[in-house]
């Protein structure tokens, strides 16, 4: 008698067993071989049988709904008809040879052409016979017609239920040279599901939470995103998969964050002593707004647990977030450790050591800024002082990183701009200290929601949403070419009250491709109409030399030019409180994040400052809505949602959190409410199990460990 007779194995064996029927290699698919496996692998990253199963469709067609000839108009995707062909002729010569069939219903006749095949297809077709015909229209001399249609003999035994919505899947042209277009993978699609069985595919969510939430089983929706024979089975398939995505992604950030503030130990800073209290009697350049003090509340809180901190700061351009890194940094220095500020640019690493040194004034801080233009015996002593702990805050660019830098106790990290910098480098800044320093991570971008909630999921946040005391709103005015003059008269207007001026430009040098005024060009145009002898201009670009930008901010700040001409080298580390007015060249150019990041340089003084939009007559639905919307509001948060919905969630932090955004079907614009309930369930789920060890969540710790396979963590560094 053989084992197996003499012991069944259990239910959760076979269901293992039964599930590496989805890891068979792609090639042993009926219907692909080795030449379809090496395409499908290199173009659609189809390798086994669960890559074409989880392969979705991308968009829909009701082939329930008919029209007819006459209802056809131009600019139509698909159209889909009833009716008999009535005549068919192979014409044309030699590479020009087609099949042209007239098709005709009650209301009128199309031409249907074949270019390729057209033999075979002219063998296949009958004249008199009824078909349903489905194409894509397209007008020629006056009459429509459709090329390599989808042919089908009207009332076909063949003709089933599930092609009611059919799915349309991507597909390349070295697919479908090897006859893998939508309809070929399709097929493919439709002969791995001959072959699939509901215990071939792993359940990854619990009975009971799918029954809080009315999710139909894993195995039920991926049959009708594929296959659904109604809408409300596509509704339902696209519901369960979207909240898995999102259900995985939220169990495992707030995982982690629950599971570092249990087992990562951070500095106690229990005492607030000289530095914070003689900062904030003798020092503090206004009174704290309330965000900016219920911040440091939080920040206080989270280094006095015992526990690493890691905390998310966001606050639009202006907004006082330094201020709080900077008296988050004296608590560090209070309690015995040193602090450090990383950022993206020499640029702002220079403005935010400038602007430390303005708030200490003649308080007895050392600190000093260390980048890549630090000349060696400066950097020589700089590396001593610091890891004597003679040095106590330090302010720098990525060269923060490098081995020599060595701290003494570094106990607060604050890192500025933080998507400018790879995971990899903040990792290594983290690892300065034998035990993790607290990091405060600072972002000047406004991140909507549904982002912030996927990408920093693992991280305590905390919003600054509060501008200080006399500042005025920025005005916002969008201007088209024709009213250039104009323009050109409200920036001599605001130069003669004393004010300067910000023009920024996308490009430096003329583009053939893109007809973009450039910066060469708009100087040209500058120094022309404002004469020398009256004006002067700074220009400042990416290529000039760091010697030479800095010399002409330096012009710029000392009031020796009116204007800055500029691309977006300025879009961060410029701090000039006289500046009153930025006109954007080209605003259709920029994206609404950058154009808000932009329109932040100026309303840093007493006076009214304005933001001038200049775009071109002509613009995209996108462009009209990108303008409009900074016109309206200077929100940043309204404004980054409504950028979100305009491009989508894209790469917008670089590998902050690699791996993070596996979202196949979930739209982070589109799929908020489904966010939020995955987060929801997902946190009432860690907070009884939070090692997911009690009966059925074993199941959601197994799902993590597979989805967790191959993939950095990156999560304890902020």
């Given amino acids: 008698m053989s084992l197996y007779h003499r012991r069944s194995p259990s239910k959760g064996l076979l269901r293992g067993i039964a599930a590496f029927m989805l890891d068979t290699p792609i090639e042993y698919l009926k219907g692909v071989g080795p030449q379809r496996a090496e395409v499908l692998k290199s173009e659609a990253g189809i390798f086994v049988y669960r890559d074409l199963l989880t392969y979705y469709p991308f968009r829909y067609v009701d082939k ?20 008999v062909i009535e005549s068919m002729e192979i014409i044309g010569q030699k590479g020009g040879k087609r099949l042209v069939a007239l098709f005709r219903d009650a209301t009128g006749m199309v031409e249907l052409v074949w270019f390729q095949g057209y033999n075979w297809m002219a063998q296949q077709l009958q004249k008199g016979t009824e078909y349903i015909v489905f194409g894509k229209p397209a007008f020629f001399k006056g009459r429509v017609n459709l090329a390599h249609p989808e042919m089908e003999v009207a009332g076909a035994a063949g003709r089933s239920a599930s092609s009611a919505f059919q799915g349309i899947y991507n597909s390349t042209e070295k697919l479908k040279y090897r006859g893998l277009s939508s309809e070929g993978i399709r097929k493919l699609v439709q002969t791995l599901f001959l ?66 503030a249990k ?8 005492k607030v002593g000289h530095y914070f209290n003689s900062f904030f009697k003798d020092h503090l350049p206004y009174e704290l707004t309330g965000a900016q003090k219920r911040v440091l509340k939080e920040i206080r809180a989270d280094m006095g647990t015992g526990s690493q901190m890691n905390r998310l700061l966001q606050g639009d351009v202006g907004s006082g977030k330094t201020l709080v890194a900077l008296m988050s940094m004296l608590l560090a220095l209070d309690n015995g450790f040193q602090a450090c500020l990383m950022a993206p ?8 050591f400038d602007t430390f040194k303005n708030f200490l004034g003649n308080q007895e801080v050392s600190i000093a800024l260390l980048t890549g233009s630090t000349k060696t015996r400066a950097r020589r002593q700089l590396h001593e002082q610091l890891q004597n702990g003679e040095l106590k805050i330090l302010i720098g660019t990525h060269t923060l990183i490098e081995d020599p830098v060595k701290f003494f106790n570094l106990g607060l990290v604050v890192i500025d701009e933080q998507h400018r910098f790879g995971v990899a480098q903040r990792a290594k800044l983290r690892s300065k200290n034998v035990c993790p320093p607290h990091m405060l991570i600072m972002t000047a971008t406004p991140i909507p929601r549904t982002l912030a909630m996927t990408f920093y999921g693992d991280l ?9 005391p006399g500042r005025k709103p920025i005005k916002t005015l969008h201007f088209t070419e024709a009213q250039r003059l104009r323009v050109f008269g409200f920036m001599k207007e605001q130069i003669a009250q ?12 003329e583009s053939e491709k893109l007809d973009y005024r450039n910066l060469q060009e708009g100087y040209d145009l500058l120094v022309s109409e404002f004469a020398p002898s009256e004006y002067q201009i700074s220009v400042v670009h990416g290529q000039l030399s760091n010697e030479t930008k800095e010399f002409e901010m330096q012009r710029f700040i000392r009031k020796e030019t009116q204007i800055m001409v500029a691309t977006t080298v300025i879009e961060v580390g410029v701090n000039v409180p006289n500046a009153s007015v930025m006109v954007i060249e080209s605003a259709e150019r920029f994206g609404l994040s950058q154009l808000h990041q932009l329109r932040g340089r100026v309303g840093r003084g007493a006076a009214q400052s304005y933001c001038v939009l200049m775009t071109g007559h002509k613009l995209s639905a996108d462009s009209r809505i990108r303008m409009e919307t900074m016109v309206r509001t200077s929100d940043g948060f309204e404004i980054s949602e409504v ?30 409410q489904i ?7 997902a946190q009432a789920l860690l907070d009884e199990d939070v090692d997911l060890v009690k009966g059925e969540n074993v199941i959601f710790a197994e799902n993590l460990e597979n989805l967790s396979k191959n993939r950095p963590n990156w999560s304890k560094i902020g």
């Avoid at 329930?64 to 009833?82: A, C, G, H, P």
């Avoid at 087992?263 to 229990?270: A, I, L, R, S």
């Avoid at 305590?460 to 200080?468: F, G, K, M, V």
């Avoid at 305009?646 to 979930?666: C, F, H, N, Y």
């Fill in 643 to 672: 950028d979100l919905k305009l491009r989508g969630p894209g790469d917008i932090e670089g590998t902050q959190q690699s791996g993070v955004m596996d979202l196949k079907l979930a739209n982070l614009a589109k799929d908020g």
């Fill in 460 to 468: 305590d946040t905390s919003i600054i949403d509060e501008l200080p």
């Fill in 498 to 509: 004393g004010r300067q001026v910000y023009i920024v430009y996308p490009l430096i040098k």
């Fill in 195 to 260: 072959q699939l069985k509901e215990e071939h595919v792993r359940e990854t969510l619990s009975v009971s939470l799918k029954q809080d939430y009315r999710l139909i089983s894993r195995f039920e929706a991926l049959r009708w995103i594929h296959f659904p024979e109604q809408a409300e089975q596509l509704q339902k398939a696209e519901y369960r998969l979207k909240f898995d995505e999102l259900f995985y992604i939220q169990l495992r950030l707030l995982r982690l964050n629950k599971t570092r």
């Fill in 675 to 681: 966010l939020q309930m995955a987060r929801n369930a």
């Fill in 345 to 352: 640019t020499e640029i702002l690493a220079q403005q935010h």
């Fill in 64 to 83: 329930t709904k008919f029209m007819t000839v006459s209802e056809i108009v131009d600019d139509q995707n698909y159209v889909q008809l009833r009716g």
């Fill in 263 to 270: 087992d990562e130990k951070g500095f106690v800073f229990p």
